[in-house]
């Protein structure tokens, strides 16, 4: 009778130990930030609440990686999503932020639905909850109701992760919360919906169709390029980042379908190989997105605004938090030595390997993937190199800059522990692989003793060698000796600086073109920046732009008003036709419902009958 | 040993680079029927650059101090990867061609980052030009690797530094090669290295506030990434074997051949330098997604196996 009850409680794997991991490396430094963030921003009593909550948040998350029950699974879900709604609502004085709850409770409800009805299909089959027993029925399950469950867990699971058209709730709700919880959020909470999609699909459900992969590969390419052309239009700094997480996500899942795709097509070492470069991928953005929300947050603490083209010159008064941002920056765009750079490059090598040893079509989709992969990740470097230069390189741009203070020694210290992670998790590449092995391994129940991962601290050389399909190349990558050799041929530079005698240095003001004061109005705005783009990429930005002249006289002009917006394609195709559709069916429906109280027993008579049908007929 | 090779190959990079884009520039005016400089004047150009002072930008951090030594940097790192010497390099075992596209990418990462340093708007406009060509060259140069890289079952740079039969897909990718080289080198049609016009100017215009001797450094970085990609170019589509038997009219002839590659090149660029209009930035958009589509093409040839 009581055979749902979960006999298994929890499930330590490999899989949830790096999960744990991920949970912790970027929880613990947004709680020291958060000392250092809270303090005079909120009143003592909200402190309180805000570590409450954030206990809770950080709890609920653990146990979502680590429970082995599909029902538990679902209650710490379901925790995880109401915590962090209230925390999106932290603010309660915005009211963006109870708009940005709304659309974000919303959303993640309609994920969960769909999760609860894949979970219910696997019940119905395995008659118990316990993932070992829906692990072993799944097996023998029919490939329509695989199919099935299959889009359901990707719907619900894309939800969470924000995969594009379904991430509308995410550049609302991350940049709301307070900078702490954003950065949990972006750093790790939509990891879980990875996690998910790892655990239900690749490890219960098993990958047996190509088309699986095939799919998530789409999805995420459009994920990618959608979330990145987008945060270069952005102008916010943290939807600027919330959006950047849009496109991450799209990078992980590249590597988590590429996964799927090769073990579908027999290929569990290359599997395991770009399943390694997608969970890689995942801890990195993990590490360089908290740290990034963490200085935006300290940069709105210190001054108090978070547009960019307000903003500008900030190296000068907070050069630490500079420095952080810089080598988020860098990560994020993956520039060699640090992590970003190791995991990109590990995915690109994923799909040339896929690509070499598959046939035909594949081939060319494989390559196209990559080279939309490198277009995402030239555009993630605009992106960046706007961010950072117009936060804190130029001048000011406005009063907001001009009562800047560094961050506390809290705030900082949270921002150099994950900067520092973003140095290591690029140097000691080769130990990261070995354990991300294990876990990739077992996940896909693949033996991997007997792929030669021949791994030193020094140089990395998965060696795919011997694959189902025939012999691979081994490749290289070092990137401790790239740092090494990069750092000597700074110091060739230098020798040649210093070589032939020693100019006078003058600090001077920039070249005016002969006028007088250039001032913050002369400089390039962040929208400047960003127009190539809008211009290249206008068939899907649609771009409006109104230029208007103000005249005093017909000779004089006496202002110029400039205005330009991009369309939000998707939350005027598809949401806002969608919302309005709902309106319109619950206006239809309050026809029933006039409030008489005859007709409600009516209802409960004919329900009642119906019921007895239903229970006599099934 | 190896030491002495990364020394030798560095100095080669050094040295040479610049008698490379004085090549060109002699080239481009002797197609104009003009006298024109000499072959030397980039090192002239050098010589006077890196003997003077220069004046810093008030605005300016240290992102703009640093950056000439960075964009060195990644360049003499690419220098060493790429096989010159006896077709081997002393780190040939990094030298995979997708790092190299990141590799790259930290150059210029940083040059973008010191042209918003200064505060000047024309900083602004290059390095926003500059992200965005470079962000649409990496696709098609991502594709273009792979059609090569697929031939020869690595990325490894080194798996076709040796002779090798040139296929149509080689060719293809070559030319593909060629055009992102004239995007990446900032020549015409994409840039124009020759005018400070603020309407077109992309590269010049993010090193406009350099001056002395960091402008010397980041103008060396110049010539030698362009030296890097003729090396490279002359690698897929006339492979070149190694030097098997040491007599003297041997080595006299590969060497000719060996060098008469990387003039074939040069001349290519000065006659495509002459004959081309500069394009409008946003017909750049169009170049390169044909690049793009030539390298996917290149892919679809090797796939096919020829």
Same mark, same amino acid.
């Given at each position: 009778?009581?055979?749902?009850?979960?006999?298994?409680?929890?499930?330590?794997?490999?899989?949830? =130990?790096?999960?744990?991991?991920?949970?912790?490396? +970027?929880?613990?430094?947004?709680?020291?930030?958060?000392?250092?963030?809270?303090?005079?921003?909120?009143?003592?009593?909200?402190?309180? %609440?805000?570590?409450?909550?954030?206990?809770?948040?950080?709890?609920?998350?653990?146990?979502?990686?680590?429970?082995?029950?599909?029902?538990?699974?679902?209650?710490?879900?379901?925790?995880?999503?109401?915590?962090?709604?209230?925390?999106?609502?932290?603010?309660?004085?915005?009211?963006?932020?109870?708009?940005?709850?709304?659309?974000?409770?919303?959303?993640?409800?309609?994920?969960?639905?769909?999760?609860?009805?894949?979970?219910? $299909? !696997? *019940?119905?089959?395995?008659?118990?909850?316990?993932?070992?027993?829906?692990?072993?029925?799944?097996?023998? !399950?029919?490939?329509?109701?695989?199919? $099935?469950?299959?889009?359901?867990?990707? &719907?619900?699971?894309?939800?969470?992760?924000?995969?594009?058209?379904?991430?509308?709730?995410?550049?609302?709700?991350?940049? @709301?919360?307070?900078?702490?919880?954003?950065?949990?959020?972006?750093?790790?909470?939509?990891?879980?919906?990875? *996690?998910?999609?790892?655990?239900?699909?690749?490890?219960?459900?098993?990958?047996? #169709?190509?088309?699986?992969?095939?799919?998530?590969?789409?999805?995420?390419?459009?994920?990618?390029?959608?979330?990145?052309? *987008?945060?270069?239009?952005?102008? /916010?700094?943290?939807?600027?980042?919330?959006?950047?997480?849009?496109?991450?996500?799209?990078?992980?899942?590249?590597?988590?379908?590429?996964?799927?795709?090769?073990?579908? !097509?027999?290929?569990?070492?290359?599997?395991?190989?770009?399943?390694?470069?997608?969970?890689?991928?995942?801890?990195?953005?993990?590490?360089?997105?908290?740290?990034?929300?963490?200085?935006?947050?300290?940069?709105?603490?210190?001054?108090?605004?978070?547009?960019?083209?307000?903003?500008?010159?900030?190296?000068?008064?907070?050069? @630490?938090?500079?420095?952080?941002?810089?080598?988020?920056?860098?990560?994020?765009?993956?520039?060699?030595?640090?992590?970003?750079?190791?995991?990109?490059?590990?995915?690109?090598?994923?799909?040339?390997?896929?690509?070499?040893?598959?046939?035909?079509?594949?081939?060319?989709?494989?390559?196209?993937?990559?080279?939309?992969?490198?277009?995402?990740?030239?555009?993630?470097?605009?992106?960046?190199?706007?961010?950072?230069?117009?936060?804190? %390189?130029?001048?000011?741009?406005?009063?907001?800059?001009?009562?800047?203070?560094?961050?506390?020694?809290?705030?900082?210290?949270?921002?150099?522990?994950?900067?520092?992670?973003?140095?290591?998790?690029?140097?000691?590449?080769?130990?990261?692989?070995?354990?991300?092995?294990?876990?990739?391994?077992?996940?896909?129940?693949? /033996?991997?003793?007997?792929?030669?991962?021949? %791994?030193?601290?020094?140089?990395?050389?998965?060696?795919?060698?011997?694959?189902?399909?025939?012999?691979?190349?081994?490749?290289?990558?070092?990137?401790?000796?790239?740092?090494?050799?990069?750092?000597?041929?700074?110091?060739?530079?230098?020798?040649?600086?210093?070589?032939?005698?020693?100019?006078?240095?003058?600090?001077?003001?920039?070249?005016?073109?002969? *006028?007088?004061? =250039?001032?913050?109005?002369?400089?390039?705005?962040?929208?400047?920046?960003?127009?190539?783009?809008?211009?290249?990429?206008?068939?899907?930005?649609?771009?409006?732009?109104?230029?208007?002249?103000?005249?005093?006289?017909?000779?004089?002009?006496?202002?110029?008003?400039?205005?330009?917006?991009?369309?939000?394609?998707?939350?005027?195709?598809?949401?806002?036709?969608?919302?309005?559709?709902?309106?319109? #069916?619950?206006?239809?429906?309050?026809?029933?419902?006039?409030?008489?109280?005859?007709?409600?027993?009516?209802?409960?008579?004919?329900?009642?009958?119906?019921?007895?049908?239903?229970?006599?007929?099934? | 040993?190896?030491?002495?090779?990364?020394?030798?190959?560095?100095?080669?990079?050094? +040295?040479?680079?610049?008698?490379?884009?004085?090549?060109?520039?002699?080239?481009?005016?002797?197609?104009?029927?003009?006298?024109?400089?000499?072959?030397?004047?980039?090192?002239?150009?050098?010589?006077?650059?890196?003997?003077?002072?220069?004046?810093?930008? @008030?605005?300016? #951090?240290?992102?703009?101090?640093?950056?000439?030594?960075?964009?060195?940097?990644?360049?003499?790192?690419?220098?060493?990867?790429?096989?010159?010497?006896?077709?081997?390099?002393?780190?040939?075992?990094?030298?995979?061609?997708?790092?190299? $596209?990141?590799?790259?990418?930290?150059?210029?990462?940083?040059? &973008?980052?010191?042209?918003?340093?200064?505060?000047?708007?024309?900083?602004?406009?290059?390095?926003?030009?500059?992200?965005?060509?470079?962000?649409?060259?990496?696709?098609?140069?991502?594709?273009?690797?792979?059609?090569?890289?697929?031939?020869?079952?690595?990325?490894?740079?080194?798996?076709?530094?040796?002779?090798?039969?040139?296929?149509? #897909?080689?060719?293809?990718?070559?030319?593909?090669?060629? %055009?992102?080289?004239?995007?990446?080198?900032?020549?015409?049609?994409?840039?124009?290295?020759?005018?400070?016009?603020?309407?077109?100017?992309?590269?010049?215009?993010?090193?406009?506030?350099?001056?002395?001797?960091?402008?010397?450094?980041?103008?060396?970085?110049?010539?030698?990434?362009? !030296?890097?990609?003729?090396?490279?170019?002359?690698?897929?589509?006339?492979?070149?074997?190694?030097?098997?038997?040491?007599?003297?009219?041997?080595?006299?002839?590969?060497?000719?051949?060996?060098?008469?590659? $990387?003039?074939?090149?040069?001349?290519?660029?000065? =006659?495509?330098? +002459?004959?081309?209009?500069?394009?409008?930035?946003?017909?750049?958009? /169009?170049?390169?997604?044909?690049?793009?589509?030539?390298?996917?093409? &290149?892919?679809?040839?090797?796939?096919?196996?020829?």
């Amino acid at each position: 009778m009581l055979d749902f009850l979960p006999k298994q409680l929890f499930l330590f794997d490999p899989l949830s =130990l790096f999960f744990l991991f991920v949970i912790f490396i +970027v929880s613990l430094p947004s709680a020291i930030y958060s000392l250092g963030y809270l303090k005079k921003e909120y009143s003592s009593f909200k402190i309180i %609440l805000s570590w409450f909550l954030l206990v809770i948040f950080v709890l609920s998350m653990v146990a979502v990686v680590t429970v082995g029950n599909v029902l538990l699974f679902l209650v710490a879900w379901e925790t995880m999503s109401l915590v962090s709604y209230f925390l999106v609502v932290f603010d309660t004085t915005h009211e963006k932020s109870i708009r940005a709850g709304a659309i974000y409770i919303i959303m993640t409800h309609i994920g969960t639905a769909f999760l609860v009805a894949a979970f219910m $299909i !696997m *019940y119905k089959y395995a008659h118990s909850f316990d993932f070992i027993a829906i692990k072993n029925v799944c097996l023998v !399950m029919p490939v329509l109701t695989k199919n $099935i469950v299959f889009l359901l867990l990707l &719907a619900g699971f894309g939800t969470k992760a924000g995969i594009v058209p379904l991430h509308i709730w995410l550049p609302y709700a991350h940049p @709301q919360a307070p900078s702490h919880i954003s950065s949990i959020m972006s750093g790790v909470m939509i990891k879980t919906a990875i *996690y998910g999609i790892i655990r239900f699909v690749i490890f219960l459900l098993g990958v047996n #169709s190509t088309w699986w992969g095939v799919l998530i590969l789409i999805l995420a390419l459009i994920t990618c390029l959608v979330g990145v052309i *987008y945060a270069l239009m952005e102008r /916010d700094i943290k939807r600027l980042l919330a959006y950047s997480s849009v496109e991450n996500i799209g990078i992980i899942l590249l590597g988590v379908g590429l996964a799927m795709l090769l073990m579908a !097509m027999k290929m569990p070492y290359l599997a395991v190989f770009s399943l390694i470069a997608g969970l890689y991928h995942l801890v990195n953005h993990a590490i360089f997105k908290g740290l990034l929300f963490l200085c935006a947050g300290s940069v709105y603490k210190a001054t108090g605004t978070r547009d960019i083209e307000k903003l500008g010159g900030l190296i000068k008064k907070m050069p @630490q938090s500079a420095v952080y941002f810089l080598i988020g920056s860098m990560a994020i765009s993956a520039l060699p030595p640090l992590n970003g750079f190791v995991s990109e490059w590990l995915t690109l090598q994923a799909f040339f390997h896929g690509a070499l040893n598959s046939t035909g079509g594949t081939k060319l989709f494989l390559g196209i993937c990559a080279a939309m992969l490198a277009l995402t990740g030239g555009l993630a470097a605009a992106c960046f190199v706007k961010a950072f230069g117009m936060v804190f %390189l130029g001048l000011p741009r406005s009063h907001y800059v001009q009562s800047a203070k560094e961050a506390p020694f809290s705030m900082n210290s949270g921002m150099f522990f994950l900067s520092f992670l973003a140095v290591v998790f690029g140097i000691a590449v080769g130990f990261i692989i070995k354990l991300l092995a294990k876990v990739a391994a077992g996940v896909m129940n693949i /033996d991997i003793s007997s792929m030669s991962f021949s %791994l030193t601290n020094l140089i990395l050389t998965p060696r795919i060698g011997l694959t189902a399909v025939g012999v691979g190349k081994s490749i290289y990558l070092s990137t401790p000796m790239l740092a090494l050799v990069l750092a000597a041929m700074g110091l060739v530079g230098f020798v040649l600086y210093k070589l032939f005698g020693k100019g006078k240095l003058i600090i001077y003001k920039i070249w005016d073109c002969g *006028y007088y004061k =250039l001032d913050s109005r002369n400089e390039y705005t962040g929208t400047a920046f960003s127009k190539p783009f809008r211009i290249a990429f206008s068939f899907f930005l649609l771009p409006y732009r109104k230029t208007q002249k103000i005249r005093e006289s017909f000779y004089h002009i006496k202002s110029f008003a400039y205005e330009t917006h991009t369309t939000p394609v998707f939350k005027k195709y598809i949401y806002e036709p969608l919302v309005a559709l709902v309106l319109k #069916s619950a206006k239809f429906m309050r026809r029933i419902q006039p409030g008489s109280i005859h007709l409600y027993l009516a209802y409960i008579f004919c329900t009642l009958l119906l019921l007895i049908i239903f229970m006599d007929k099934f | 040993m190896k030491i002495i090779l990364i020394l030798l190959q560095l100095i080669f990079f050094i +040295v040479l680079a610049p008698f490379l884009s004085g090549l060109v520039a002699k080239l481009k005016n002797s197609f104009r029927m003009r006298r024109g400089q000499s072959v030397f004047q980039p090192y002239y150009n050098l010589m006077k650059l890196f003997s003077k002072g220069e004046v810093v930008s @008030q605005t300016a #951090s240290w992102i703009f101090k640093v950056t000439p030594f960075i964009v060195i940097s990644s360049t003499l790192t690419v220098a060493l990867l790429v096989p010159v010497f006896i077709l081997s390099s002393p780190l040939y075992c990094m030298s995979d061609f997708l790092a190299i $596209i990141f590799i790259f990418a930290l150059g210029r990462f940083f040059l &973008a980052l010191a042209a918003l340093d200064t505060g000047s708007s024309f900083g602004g406009m290059g390095a926003s030009r500059e992200m965005f060509i470079s962000s649409l060259v990496e696709p098609a140069l991502c594709l273009v690797v792979f059609s090569i890289s697929m031939q020869f079952g690595s990325t490894n740079i080194f798996v076709f530094s040796g002779m090798h039969a040139v296929s149509v #897909s080689s060719i293809v990718a070559a030319i593909a090669l060629f %055009l992102v080289v004239i995007a990446e080198t900032s020549r015409i049609p994409v840039d124009n290295q020759e005018t400070h016009l603020e309407l077109t100017m992309v590269h010049e215009a993010m090193a406009l506030e350099y001056s002395g001797r960091s402008l010397a450094l980041i103008e060396m970085a110049a010539h030698i990434k362009q !030296m890097i990609w003729f090396f490279l170019i002359a690698q897929i589509i006339f492979p070149i074997a190694v030097l098997s038997s040491i007599n003297l009219t041997g080595l006299f002839f590969w060497g000719l051949w060996y060098l008469a590659r $990387i003039f074939i090149i040069v001349i290519t660029v000065a =006659l495509v330098e +002459v004959l081309v209009a500069k394009m409008r930035l946003f017909r750049v958009a /169009d170049f390169l997604g044909f690049v793009f589509v030539l390298g996917a093409i &290149a892919t679809v040839c090797a796939i096919l196996g020829v």
